[in-house]
Structure formats: structure tokens, C-alpha cells
Nanobody, 120 residues
Framework: QVQLVESGGGLVQPGGSLRLSCAATGSIASVNAMGWYRQAPGKRRELVAA???????NYADFVKGRFTLSRDNAKNTVYLQMNGLKPEDTAVYYC??????????????WGQGTQVTVSS
């Protein structure tokens, strides 16, 4: 199966920065899109940013130029650079990927989630 491995979460002060990474590994034929979602306690999971293998991006309005999504297609990895972090950014961040598995075809896969806490 294809799995997603996330890293980069942690505790940061307001105005600080974090960089999240997500790598897809396993029986991969192709990765068609990757992105990040987040979920705070009592809230629904929401899209933060997504990118296709061709480089087309889609950002949530609340990012407002603070976050930048990039990818390394050769490594099947996506990066989320988060600057100017605010307390309301506190959430569990989940990587998502639409992949073509060699054996079972196209699937959506989710990472286990990484905690981002913005507090002073």
C-alpha cells in the first residue's frame, strides 16, 4: 500500500514559522495531487493548500499569503512553509495525496496528522 509520512509540526510563538513535509512511499505508480488539511477541536477538517503534479496550486482564503506549498515530484514529497503563524492556526495538520497504486489503482491516502500549536 501507499503510505504518507509527515514531519515538521511543533510548538511555535505567534509570528513564527514552521515547515511541514509529507512524503508518499510504497507501491506508487504516480502521484496526481498532494495537499494539506487541518482540523481543530470541535471543527471540521478543512483544506489548507493543494498542488497537482503539474504545479497548479489551490490555497484557502485564510492563508492570505502566509503559507507556500511546493513539491518535489522526483521524491513524491510536498512541503508547506508556514510564516506569520497565528494562534488560530493551531490544529492537527493532515497530509492528503491522490495516488495511483501499482496494484489497486487510484486512491486517496491520508497521513496520521501532525500537531501545530501556536502560543506564547
Amino acid at each position: 500500500q501507499v503510505q504518507l509520512v509527515e514531519s515538521g509540526g511543533g510548538l511555535v510563538q505567534p509570528g513564527g514559522s514552521l515547515r511541514l513535509s509529507c512524503a508518499a512511499t510504497g507501491s506508487i505508480a504516480s502521484v496526481n495531487a498532494m495537499g494539506w488539511y487541518r482540523q481543530a477541536p470541535g471543527k471540521r477538517r478543512e483544506l489548507v493548500a493543494a498542488i497537482t503534479s503539474g504545479g497548479s496550486t489551490n490555497y484557502a482564503d485564510f492563508v492570505k499569503g502566509r503559507f507556500t506549498l511546493s513539491r518535489d515530484n522526483a521524491k513524491n514529497t510536498v512541503y508547506l512553509q508556514m510564516n506569520g503563524l497565528k494562534p488560530e492556526d493551531t490544529a492537527v495538520y493532515y497530509c492528503n495525496a491522490r495516488v495511483a497504486d501499482i496494484y489497486i489503482g487510484e486512491r486517496d491516502r491520508w497521513g496520521q496528522g501532525t500537531q501545530v500549536t501556536v502560543s506564547s
